[in-house]
C-alpha cells in the first residue's frame, strides 16, 4: 500500500494571504482581520513512534533503481552565482562579478532561456552593509541587507514584472543585534518571514512573530505568534504555507509542524504534527496533502521521530523513512519526491515503491549540485560549482527538470 493511502486531513490548497513588518524594536503594523495563530492554539499529541511497523524504511523496502531523469535544460553560469528557492519563471540570483566596485550583486535568472538578468548592484544601506540573502515570487523580489560589524539588517522588497524591477522600494523590517536576520520567502506578490529574537541577545525571552506583506497593503499581517522561536523556515507550496512555531509550551519545549491555509481568508490550521519533546525540524513542508519534513540531528529517548532523516507522513503515522543526513528542503510532485543528501538527489517514487539517485554534473564540487526548488512544482531547479579540467572551481552548471 503506497503511502497516499495512509495519508488523512486532506486540504485543497490554492493562492495565499501573508503578512509582515516591525522595527528593530519588534515593533509591528498588523491589522486585525483575520486570525493569528499562536502557540497556545490547541495543539496534538507529541509524536512518539515506538511502533516499527509506523516507520516504512525507503532504502529497505522500496527497490533501488536507475534513474532516467534527464534535465530539460541546462546553463553555464558565472563562477560564485547562487540561486534560490523561487516561486515562478524567476528564480532569484546573488551574483559575484569580477569587479573591484561590487563584491555581489542581485538578479534573476529566466527559467526559460537560463538569461541572467542584474537588477540590483549596490545595497540601498550603502557603504557598510552587503547583500545577504534574496527571494523571488511572481510579483515580489526581496533581499536582506546586513551590516556584519554591528548585525544590524534591513528586509527590502520592490515589485517584479518578468525581469524588471518596478515602483518604489519598501523597507519591509529591520533589526540589530537581538533579531536575527529573517528567514523568508515570496510568494506571488507577497513577502512572509520570521521575526526573530537571537538566541543570544537581550530579547530571547521575547516572541516570535510569522508576518506577510504585499506591496499594495498599507500595513502588515500577523499570520503566527511563536512563544519562542521559530524552527524550520517558511515554506510556501502550492497555496499552503508551512511554519514550525512552538507548541504545548507549559509542557517543554514542543515544536509544531503546521500547515496555513490562506485561501480561505482566515489563515485556518488545516493540518499540525507535533514532534516529540525537544526534537527541532531542520526543513518542513506541505505538499500533496502531506508533511515531508527532515531531522538534521540524532535525539535519544524520544521515538522513531527523532532519528536524523527526511520523513514523508501526518499525525498518526505511518511514516515513509530516508535515513541520509538531510541538506535541504525536499520538492517534487504528485507521488515523486527528491531530497537532498550528501553529492546526489534520491529521487522517491510512492506509486511504484522505487528510489534512485540523481547525480551531479560531471566534476562539481563534493557537495553535488543544490536545489533551488522547494515544495510542489512542476520543475526541478539545481546549481553546482564545476572545476575545469585541472580541478579548479570555474563556472556553475544550473539544470531545470521536468517532473
Known sequence: MGIADHIKNGISRRGFVLGGAAAGAATVLAGCSKKTGTSDDAAGEPQVIKDDSKIISITDEYEAVDIDLEPAASW?????????????????????????????TLGVLNLGDGSLTTLIED???????????VRAGDGVFAWVEMNFANSSWKLYAQNLSGASLSGDVVELDRGGKDYDPPLFTAFGSSVIWYKMPSAGGNKTSSDSFCYRRSLDESKAETIWKSTGRFASAPRASDGILTISPRVRNDEGVYY???????????????????????VSPFEAVYMGDTFVFSI???????????????????????????SREPLACAAGKKNKYLVKVQASHFLIDTSTKTYGSLLSPDRALEYGDYPATAGKSDSFLTYATVRNSQGIPETVTARLFSL
Do not use: W
Open 296 to 322: 538534521e540531528a540524532a535525539y535519544s529517548g524520544v521515538g522513531s521521530l527523532g532519528n536524523m532523516g527526511t520523513y514523508i507522513g501526518n499525525e498518526g503515522g505511518p511514516y515513509l523513512f530516508l
Open 123 to 133: 545595497p540601498i544601506e550603502g557603504t557598510g552593509y552587503a547583500f545577504y540573502d
Open 256 to 278: 509544531g509542524i503546521t500547515a496555513i491555509d490562506l485561501t480561505d481568508g482566515n489563515n485556518t490550521k488545516r493540518a499540525q504534527l507535533v514532534l516529540p519533546s525537544s
Open 76 to 104: 553555464t553560469l558565472p563562477l560564485g552565482t547562487l540561486l534560490y528557492y523561487c516561486d515562478g519563471d524567476y528564480a532569484a540570483a546573488m551574483m559575484a562579478p569580477a569587479s573591484a566596485l561590487h563584491a555581489n
